[in-house]
């Protein structure tokens, strides 16, 4: 019983099993208990242990096995005076130190950002995003940020955090000079400006942000409606094909329809030409700074169709084509008479020039061929 009881008063086994995956320091409880002098120490892969005698920072053991001596142990050493070789019992307080990454915090602005935009002016911006923390010197987070917290997790540091990255993110967005519209398609290079701005202040709490995201950037939600309307006009481009469109739209549902609901396709779309009509009047007002709608302007009369090209035989070889200018020349020169063959596209085969309807002007000013002599 006595020997249970002394077993009882000492500690010769300290190691920390995390199944939280949410904190970063745990403090090993001893319960009073007095750690033996060539007690084993388990530190696993991403985690460090602190140890701390009367409020002082004491050795710092990373991941491995150990046995706890006053070779191991030097600045326990020195604060207790011991003599090389001591292995009496002692007390001291064991944090272990959580260092791997903790992925996926989220951050937000709670207020928008005000920055002045190239294209639209003054405006407000809001952003979210996700970030990444891990502890790099369990000696300083555990001086500036834990103290004597005997489980620290990651809820209880990630406000501070959130409030850091937010304000580097609203310094960064203000001055980078990057219109809103284009944001989007720098969010990459804006999350590498937070990142290195956010580094110097968390390497003073022990912390580094391996990773930073700006997930989303937004106008607010009256400044989105605008926009979207401002989209929606150059898509419509021309108010007048954009009439006809209409209309033609309109038409395709009425011949759809039938019986009453082509009578209420046929309503709709009057209704729908004489809104576009309006629109496009409205608009073409707006622009001659006059308030009487502008009558919609005549469609292009169709361009003169194009003379026929003529080639014509001459000494059995083809020559051409010729328009009809040329042709009164050969005329005048005596190089076309009524009966030169002649052929253009559209014709069977070649035909005399004078039974050609088409070149009917050509010889209009040539008398005909004399009658044959009385018998």
Do not use: C
Not at 231 to 236: D, K, L, P, Y
């Amino acid at each position: 019983m006595v020997f249970n009881f002394l077993k009882g008063q000492f500690i010769d086994v300290i190691e920390w099993l995390d199944d939280s995956r949410d904190t970063l320091v745990y403090r090993f409880e001893r319960y009073g208990n007095n750690i033996m002098m060539g007690a084993k120490l388990t530190v696993r892969e991403g985690q460090a242990a602190v140890f701390i005698h009367e409020g002082q920072m004491a050795d710092i053991f990373g991941p491995g096995l150990y046995e706890l001596e006053t070779n191991n142990m030097p600045i326990m050493t020195a604060l207790r005076s011991w003599s090389h070789g001591f292995n009496s019992p002692f007390k001291s307080e064991v944090y272990f130190v959580n260092t791997r990454r903790f992925p996926g915090l989220k951050w937000g602005t709670q207020n928008p950002i005000m920055l002045r935009d190239p294209e639209f002016g003054a405006l407000r911006l809001r952003a979210f995003g996700s970030y990444t923390i891990r502890v790099t010197d369990p000696s300083k987070f555990m001086t500036e940020i834990v103290g004597t917290d005997g489980e620290f997790t990651q809820d209880e540091i990630s406000g501070q955090i959130r409030n850091i990255v937010v304000q580097k993110v609203s310094q960064s967005l203000a001055a980078s000079g990057i219109p809103a519209l284009d944001m989007a398609a720098n969010t990459q290079d804006l999350s590498k400006i937070v990142g290195e701005a956010i580094e110097p202040t968390l390497t003073e709490y022990g912390l580094s942000m391996p990773e930073l995201y700006i997930e989303n950037i937004s106008l607010p939600p009256e400044v989105e409606k605008v926009l979207d309307q401002r989209s929606s006009m150059g898509i419509v481009g021309d108010l007048n094909k954009y009439t006809q469109f209409s209309a033609a739209q309109a038409m395709q549902q009425a011949a759809s329809a039938g019986g009453d609901n082509a009578m209420g396709a046929g309503m709709g779309m009057g209704m729908g030409m004489g809104m576009a009509q309006s629109m496009a009047n409205a608009m073409a007002g707006n622009n001659q700074g006059n308030s009487q709608p502008a009558a919609a302007a005549p469609p292009p009369p169709p361009p003169p169709p194009a003379a026929a090209q003529f080639h014509v035989a001459v000494n059995g070889q083809t020559t051409g084509p010729f328009g009809t200018a040329q042709l009164q020349q050969m005329l005048a020169q005596g190089q076309l008479t009524r009966d030169t063959m002649v052929w253009t596209q559209g014709m069977a085969g070649w035909e005399k020039a004078g039974a050609v309807p088409a070149l009917a002007q050509v010889f209009a000013s040539m008398p005909p061929p004399p009658p044959p002599p009385a018998g």
